[in-house]
């Protein structure tokens, strides 16, 4: 197949390149046209208000899953759609709506999740001019034919892999269903192993959360709450200086402080947090560092043997703004920002109740007698990361993912059983 136009006669290239250059004028005008504000906002009407896209124009909109779906819509009722997309059409919440209904009804046949990078063979990356870290799949599904299972592999780097067994493996709509129950979203298998020790982890506990039936079955009694945005809710923060200075207040104890008007508490980022340790390090500014200055200093082991040391934050905040944790003994909380590779991946603590970033969602009980101590052991546990490992592509621990976590519920625990539970979990607490 010819490449270039040096088999061509003069004339004809020279036509040729004019026609291109007419075909380029006219697509930047479009594309200037395409991307004013008021045009935006009227394709966005459209998709919204005439229904053309019904499953994945809710959320913030991206434009290559309306491809996905016209692609559906288009094609004949038997069938067949591939196409090349971002893997975020089957992991993110925004996409479930329609990856539930083509995954959990049958309609798929293939998904290969590829990586851009291709570092396990030496080569470079598909797609050169695109971050190495960035992953797409190829999806084939139909709108109407069903299969038995589809043939699905993840963070694969070469299309050989497909024939690996271990690497590319078959999952079914009933495993879809079990596995991420609300949205019917792709966990993500590396290995046929860890499929099969993920579904059997997932046919003998509860989710967190279960809403796939016409009311959510909580397995247990709490709720998710995030404290403070830490842009959004900055002019709410203080500084150690900003207390001692404008404040006018003076230590209490326990990292408190009192002004004439009111009481300071720490305010707890993730960057302090470790498992079962919330005074795992403290918050140091380094000025020379532009895009992080904020940065941990771990605890070091004489600290750590110390009950009465506190990690110190970067910021304290007004008690009378802590009203979700007010009259709790103790919060349990978990960092958001996390991932697949890191050595645990879900991590929790308990907590003071103070104050706490967005970073680290909190979990409070809705009733009496929640022991959130046995949950935080079963959040900790090593079969729990395991499972968490399975459903984290970014570096975000959504409340959608959490919520369809498995977990033991109180019921399943005796006295005897709690306290073993309990035990190895306690004296890490301080």
């Known amino acids: 197949m010819k490449t270039d136009l040096d088999h061509l006669p003069a004339n004809k290239q020279r036509e040729l390149e004019r026609v291109k250059q007419i075909i380029f004028e006219e697509f930047e005008d479009a594309l200037a046209l395409g991307t004013m504000s008021w045009k935006k906002k009227g394709r966005i009407d459209k998709i919204i208000l005439y229904g053309s896209y019904p499953l994945l124009s809710r959320g913030d909109i991206n434009l290559y899953s309306l491809f996905v779906e016209r692609a559906h819509a288009l094609v004949k009722q038997d069938g067949m759609v591939g196409l090349l997309t971002p893997s975020g059409i089957a992991s993110d919440l925004s ?95 590396r290995t046929a192993r860890d499929m099969a020790l993920t579904a059997a982890i997932y046919a003998r506990a509860q989710v967190l959360v279960d809403k796939s039936g016409p009311q959510p079955v909580a397995a247990w009694q709490i709720k998710y709450a995030t404290m403070f945005h830490m842009t959004n809710d900055s002019h709410l923060f203080r500084t150690r200086a900003e207390l001692e200075g404008s404040e006018g207040a003076w230590p209490t104890g326990g990292n408190c402080w009192q002004s004439a008007t009111e009481e300071w508490v720490p305010l707890y980022e993730g960057k302090m947090v470790q498992a079962f340790d919330h005074r795992a390090a403290s918050v140091v500014l380094n000025p020379a560092n532009l895009n992080r200055p904020a940065q941990p200093l771990p605890a070091t082991d004489e600290q750590h043997a110390d009950p009465a040391w506190l990690a110190a934050p970067q910021y304290w905040v007004s008690k009378t703004k802590c009203m979700v944790t007010a009259g709790l003994p103790w919060v349990l909380g978990f960092k958001e920002i996390t991932a697949p590779t890191n050595a645990r991946t879900f991590i929790a603590a308990a907590f ?14 809705t009733q009496d007698g929640v022991d959130l101590a046995l949950l935080l052991a079963n959040m900790n546990a090593v079969p729990f990361d395991f499972a968490v490992r399975q459903k984290v592509q970014g570096q975000t621990l959504n409340w959608f993912i959490v919520e369809q976590l498995p977990v033991i519920p109180p019921s399943a625990y005796s006295s005897a059983r709690a306290s073993a539970a309990k035990a190895p979990g306690l004296p890490l607490f301080w």
């Open 95 to 189: 996409a479930s709506a329609f990856f539930r209904k083509v995954a959990t009804g049958g309609h798929l046949k293939a998904l290969y999740d590829f990586e851009n990078r291709r570092t396990r063979h030496g080569l470079g990356p598909f797609f050169p001019d695109v971050d190495s870290r960035f992953k797409f799949c190829a999806m084939i599904g139909s709108p109407n034919r069903t299969f038995p299972a589809a043939h699905c592999g993840f963070f694969l780097q070469s299309i050989t892999e497909i024939e690996n067994p271990e690497q590319a493996f078959p999952i079914t709509a009933e495993d879809f269903a079990r596995v991420n129950p609300n949205t019917g979203t792709a966990p993500i298998f």
């Open 352 to 365: 003071p109740p103070v104050g706490f970033g967005n970073k680290v969602p909190i979990l409070v009980p």
